[in-house]
Every structure is written in structure tokens, then in C-alpha cells.
């Protein structure tokens, strides 16, 4: 197998489509679950900031923490962990699913060109999202209230529901779109870049040292979100947003310049993300890759010795 195709699972030809789809499906479910349930704490404390007008920092953020832990318990650090489940599994089970089948679609590895692997990864951001938009407006409300309000993800989607119509499940989806295409774009294509890279320097085969995936994740982590993070506080004030004050993408990004600023408005908290950000990337590409490759050995060798 030449250098070129050295991260081309050689299981694959093994495998049917539909096999593909299961076993990616189910490693990407696994994936994103471990990986925002180990960086929820840090992923409410930055959803705190992004959508209010104080100014951030990082010992303010760890404050944010350690009064959230004394006044509320340890649990409420991950306040809202359920309703990101219930939006990561599927969100991450369609995304990682959707970026092989995009590849394939695109013929990426016949086609070694950048273009199709930026667009493969920036297609399986879009599918993904659209696919899970609401679950992640739910999200975003649990992780900014406290448990009176919204109780549960059932009470979110009641209250939402009774007092702001069907409509209000999709506020902020035009800008988590046009986000999520540098983000997953960047991610995806600077991950397959790394592997590809490591693989031609190492001589190996397709399999990639797990601690070499996490840190290529961690690195892609760190570029994509730096890259559409101005988007991210766009969609979170206007998720989170019950009183009209953000009705809009335009009025959105004029009322955060106007009052904050580009940097304190449009990257406020992003030093968060760039802890949080490569930690749980790193854990879900890592993961991923992973538990896919153990399944497939797996529904490979149960297909050969079905065969006996």
C-alpha cells in the first residue's frame, strides 16, 4: 500500500456500508459522551460568561466554579449534563458517521486534494447540527438557570414550547451553521492532515498511537474553535435569549460590537475553550478512533469465524 493511502482501514474491505455506518455510529456515540462529560464544568462556566456583560477572565472563570461548587454542591458543576447528552451521543454518533460517508462521497482518499477534506469534515459539522439544533438550544438554557426554572429537559422543551412557539426551538441556527463550517472544516481536516503526516513519518500502519490521536485532536480542537469562535457567542446569546433582545444573527453581532467590543465581546471566554477545547477533542477523536477500530476488528473476526 503506498504512503498515500496508508490511513485507509484495510478492515474496510471487509466490512459492508451498513457495517461502516453501525460501528461508527456507535464509537461516536461513546466518543462525545466521555468527552463533554469530562469538560461540562468548564463548559457551563464559559456558556456563563459568553452570554452575559462581564468581562472575563481566567481566575473570574475558576471563581465562577468555586462558588458554583460552595453554594450549590458538587453535581450542579454539571448542571444541564443531561440535556448535553442527550444532544452529544447523537450529536457526535451523526457527525463522526458523517464525515466517512462524506469522505467516501467525496472519493477523499483518492483524492488527496485539501479542498475535499476540509469540505468533507465542514459537510459532516452541517449535517450533524441540523440534524440535533434543538437539543443544543436545551443545553444551552439548563447550563444558564438555575434548577427552578428548568427542571429538566422535558420541563425545557414544555416551557419553551408554551411560551415562545415552535420558533424559539431554532433561534441561533443560522449562526451555529455558518460556525460549525470553519470549526468542523479546520477540526476534521487538520486531525486526517496530522494522522496522515504521522503515518508517512512513522512507517506505520493504519493504526495510530492513542496518544498521538489525542494530541493531534487536541491541536485540531484548538484551531477550529478559534476559528469560528466569534460564531459560538452569536448562537448562545440568542439561545438563551427569552426577552427579545437578540431576534436576529445582524442585530446580534451590532449589539455585541456596540457595547463589548470585538475582542471582549466576540472572544470572550475563548482562553476557556482553548483548555477545555483541546481536552475534550482530543478525548472524542481519540476515543473515536479507538473504539471504532476495536469494533471492527471485532465484526470482522465474528464474520470470519461465522464462516468456519
Excluded at 479542498?115 to 434543538?134: K, N
Excluded at 482530543?282 to 464474520?303: A, C, E, P, W
Amino acid at each position: 500500500m503506498g504512503k498515500s493511502n496508508q490511513n485507509v482501514d484495510p478492515k474496510l474491505k471487509h466490512l459492508s456500508n451498513g457495517e461502516i455506518v453501525v460501528t461508527s455510529l456507535a464509537a461516536g456515540a461513546i466518543a462525545g459522551a466521555l468527552a463533554k462529560t469530562t469538560i461540562a464544568p468548564l463548559d457551563r462556566t464559559k456558556i456563563n460568561f459568553q452570554i452575559s456583560h462581564k468581562a472575563y477572565s481566567t481566575r473570574k472563570a475558576f471563581k465562577f466554579l468555586a462558588e458554583t461548587f460552595k453554594k450549590q454542591g458538587p453535581l450542579a458543576l454539571w448542571r444541564g449534563n443531561s440535556a448535553t447528552m442527550a444532544r452529544i451521543v447523537p450529536y457526535c454518533a451523526i457527525q463522526f458517521t458523517a464525515h466517512e460517508q462524506w469522505k467516501r462521497i467525496l472519493k477523499v482518499e483518492q483524492n488527496q486534494g485539501s479542498e475535499r477534506l476540509f469540505l468533507a469534515g465542514s459537510l459532516a459539522g452541517v449535517t450533524s447540527q441540523a440534524l440535533t439544533y434543538p437539543l443544543d438550544l436545551a443545553r444551552a438554557r439548563m447550563a444558564v438557570t438555575n434548577k427552578l426554572e428548568y427542571s429538566t429537559l422535558r420541563h425545557v422543551f414544555s416551557k419553551i414550547y408554551s411560551l415562545e412557539g415552535v420558533r424559539a426551538f431554532f433561534k441561533g441556527f443560522i449562526p451555529t451553521i455558518v460556525g460549525v463550517i470553519p470549526y468542523a472544516g479546520v477540526s476534521f481536516f487538520t486531525y486526517d492532515t496530522l494522522k496522515r503526516k504521522y503515518g508517512e513519518h512513522m512507517d506505520t500502519t493504519y493504526i495510530i498511537h492513542p496518544v498521538a490521536s489525542l494530541f493531534f485532536g487536541a491541536i485540531a480542537g484548538v484551531l477550529g474553535q478559534t476559528s469560528s469562535y466569534p460564531f459560538d457567542i452569536i448562537r448562545r446569546r440568542m439561545q438563551t435569549d427569552t426577552t427579545g433582545k437578540y431576534p436576529n444573527m445582524y442585530h446580534t453581532l451590532l449589539y455585541v460590537y456596540k457595547t463589548e467590543g470585538i475582542r471582549k465581546g466576540f472572544y470572550k471566554g475563548l482562553s476557556m475553550n482553548w483548555i477545555k477545547g483541546p481536552i475534550a477533542v482530543g478525548i472524542s477523536y481519540s476515543t473515536y478512533d479507538n473504539i471504532r477500530d476495536m469494533l471492527r476488528t471485532f465484526v470482522v473476526k465474528f464474520k470470519k469465524e461465522s464462516l468456519v
